[in-house]
């Protein structure tokens, strides 16, 4: 694995590509400003624009021809999503929903974006790696899904965090990982009920697997 584009996944985007930093693309830049449970876009929509997280959180995903929902990412400030336009996607294949109640994302056309892509080669070459890194993602995710047992789904997630998101104890050898999910975009990531989900961590921490508080997990070693 490239450590240089998985990490790409975890800094602030925003403030590399949002085009107020650009003085010729500035005039082109605004903010959307949504509530929770607001849509930035549905399936279906056209696919004309890309978006950078200002603050809040954005829940993205689809619906399956059962009505199911069904989540495969939950995005914090200084992310991107709707890039597949990038790529050429015409027409979204996923919705985009906002989960807090203050979030405000920069919202690029995308013809300002191919310009701004097109005058920095090298952040350009960063982002289409990025692209296929976010795919990579989103297979594990569906993998993960696919596992019919629920604690194995939650231990494989725990994993995929502690790549994200963690860093070992130089003392205990133990992964801890801080990161930015509460209990319910955990269980949402990985089709649980939130008592389901409780009901796994106590069991794995009783069995000295892994201790779990709001915004770390400690993997034992």
Not at 46 to 56: M, T
Not at 166 to 181: E, S
Not at 209 to 219: G, S, V
Request: glycine share 4%.
């Amino acid at each position: 694995m490239n450590n240089s584009i998985w990490f790409f996944d975890n800094i602030d985007v925003f403030q590399i590509l949002c085009p107020h930093r650009f003085k010729d693309f500035a005039k082109e830049h605004n903010f959307s400003f949504l509530k929770k449970g607001d849509y930035v876009y549905f399936e279906e929509d056209a696919a004309n624009k890309v978006f950078l997280i200002n603050q809040g959180k954005v829940k993205v995903g689809y619906t399956t021809e059962d009505g199911e929902e069904i989540v495969t990412a939950i995005l914090v400030k200084g992310q991107i999503f709707g890039e597949k336009a990038i790529l050429g996607e015409e027409k979204r294949n996923e919705f985009a929903q906002a989960l807090d109640s203050d979030t405000s994302i920069c919202v690029i056309k995308l013809d300002v974006m191919y310009e701004m892509l097109r005058r920095n080669n090298e952040f350009s070459l960063k982002i289409y790696k990025f692209i296929g890194y976010r795919f990579k993602k989103l297979e594990r995710r569906l993998q993960i899904m696919l596992f019919k047992d629920a604690k194995t789904r939650l231990l494989e997630f725990i994993k995929e965090l502690a790549d994200d998101y963690g860093f070992t104890n130089a003392i205990t050898g133990d992964k801890v990982i801080r990161h930015p999910y509460t209990q319910k975009d955990i269980a949402s990531l990985i089709g649980l009920s939130r008592p389901t989900l409780n009901v796994l961590i106590n069991e794995l921490q009783n069995e000295n697997i892994l201790t779990f508080d709001r915004k770390e997990i400690i993997l034992k070693k």
